[in-house]
């Protein structure tokens, strides 16, 4: 498939009627890092502010690191809800044309309103040509017509509701070479492993509950893409994942890449032990060979398998190295909105992404429960439910850390869990440490 650019915005042709009167522009109600919109009677969730920062640092950073930059940069926000999304592409990322679909035509008054507040026409050197286009359309039948008309956008963001990924491969296919999408889940059922159905028909992979499940759905979304641009002759690379606590949202860009990746490391299964906590990851030629060294007897009752999914980074490192910069040059870094810092939320995910963690993370209080009561005993006890009621003298999270990597692994925080980490030290090796500690102290 040829990633070919669209050449005129304006040759765009969804169902609009040219000769409506546009709305003057609503009482700004909300407002978000200097962007006013008004979102009606559309959902909206002030709380998913930080994820739109995140998609709007990341696609100006695509724009700027295109191999054509004269080229028109063409967004498509496929379930714009109220178009604040859609706005904040033209306003803050630099977007050429941005497409604004939502099925719902009722929200058709609020999503002009807030785009008119963007002249809908280009300067004059560039006459003819429109900023932004509105349409109510099923968003995978969209995104199929745009892949036969060879319009290929630069960024797709699909801020969907629930589990249903239909829309992927439809997605990818309308998308360049290059280009960036911002795929969503709320499906918290499967992500936890009580809705493995679902988690196959959308994702390919059978998922059953994990320590560690907020983790899982992320990994869950990423190789659902895996999979989908694999059968399209291509390949994906995860640019950033982030998990929101007050959906529950799973939110992943990735990136489209030219070719097929033979190279299936980062894609398999991952296995827990609930005798002692341990997490591992398997490939496609390891099956039937899962099991854990703690025991001698294979027991299904003891070890959890979930996949196949992600098995790599979550993030790309030097991406958000200049996503933070870039922040910090906005004035975004250090600035506080609904509770999110991005600085530290950059920094955390910079650290997550690097390629000798394994998935999964380890939280602080059953580490803690394991020194009190020993690690023999410490599954019986924990299951029990004690550990609330336990008096722990817990050691600093950062302490942990820190004596973790002057042990010479791989350690830090996590951005999915307050009182977690992500380490490659064996569990065991992780409750010595801890127990060293609490001594010292």
């Known amino acids: 498939m040829a990633a070919a650019a669209i050449s005129l915005p304006h040759s765009l042709s969804p169902p609009l009627q040219a000769t409506r009167r546009r709305p003057a522009p609503p009482a700004c109600s909300h407002s978000e890092r200097g962007v006013s919109f008004d979102p009606g009677s559309a959902f909206y969730r002030s709380d998913s502010a930080a994820g739109r920062d995140l998609a709007v640092l990341a696609a100006t950073l695509r724009r700027h690191g295109r191999l054509d930059p004269s080229a028109p940069f063409l967004c498509l926000d496929a379930m714009c809800g ?198 591992q990851t398997f490939g496609f030629d390891e099956l039937g060979q899962i099991s854990c060294g703690c025991t001698d007897r294979a027991d299904d009752d003891l070890i959890a398998v979930v996949g196949p999914l992600w098995t790599g980074p979550l993030h790309d490192a030097s991406f958000l190295t200049e996503m933070l910069s870039l922040a910090d040059e906005w004035g975004w870094a250090y600035t506080s909105e609904n509770g999110v810092t991005l600085e530290k939320l950059l920094s955390t995910m910079i650290e997550e992404s690097d390629p000798r963690l394994p998935p999964g993370y380890i939280r602080l209080d059953e580490v803690c429960l394991a020194v009190l009561c020993g690690i023999i005993d410490f599954l019986e006890v924990f299951h029990k439910k004690i550990s609330r009621r336990a008096k722990i003298n817990s050691p600093p999270l950062g302490t942990l850390i820190n004596s973790l990597r002057k042990e010479g692994f791989s350690a830090c925080r996590s951005h999915i869990g307050t009182n977690v980490i992500k380490t490659n030290c064996p569990i065991s090796s992780c409750i010595d440490v801890a127990r060293e500690i609490r001594n010292l102290r």
Request: hydrophobic residues 40%; aromatic residues 12%; proline residues 4%.
């Open 82 to 279: 109220c178009g604040v999304r859609a706005l904040r592409y033209l306003a803050q990322a630099g977007a050429d044309f941005v497409w604004a679909n939502d099925a719902s035509e009722a929200l058709r008054p609020v999503i002009v309103a807030n785009l008119s507040r963007v002249e809908r026409g280009s300067p004059p050197a560039e006459a003819g040509r429109r900023r932004w286009v509105v349409s109510h359309n099923d968003a995978t039948r969209l995104l199929a017509e745009r892949y036969l008309r060879r319009e290929y956008f630069d960024v797709i963001d699909v801020d969907s509701f629930g589990g249903d990924a239909a829309y992927v491969r439809a997605a990818l296919l309308a998308l360049k070479i290059g280009g960036l999408l911002y795929l969503t889940s709320t499906d918290w059922r499967s992500a936890r492993g009580y809705g493995s159905r679902s988690s196959l028909s959308s994702y390919g992979a059978y998922v059953r509950p994990m320590p560690y499940p907020n983790e899982v759905g992320l990994r869950m979304v990423i190789g659902g893409a895996a999979r989908e641009a694999a059968l399209l002759g291509f390949h994906i690379r995860p640019v950033f994942s982030y998990f929101a606590y007050h959906g529950p949202i799973y939110r992943v860009m990735v990136q489209l890449c030219n070719g097929k990746d033979n190279d299936t490391s980062n894609y398999g299964f991952i296995s827990h032990c609930k005798s002692c906590g341990q997490s």
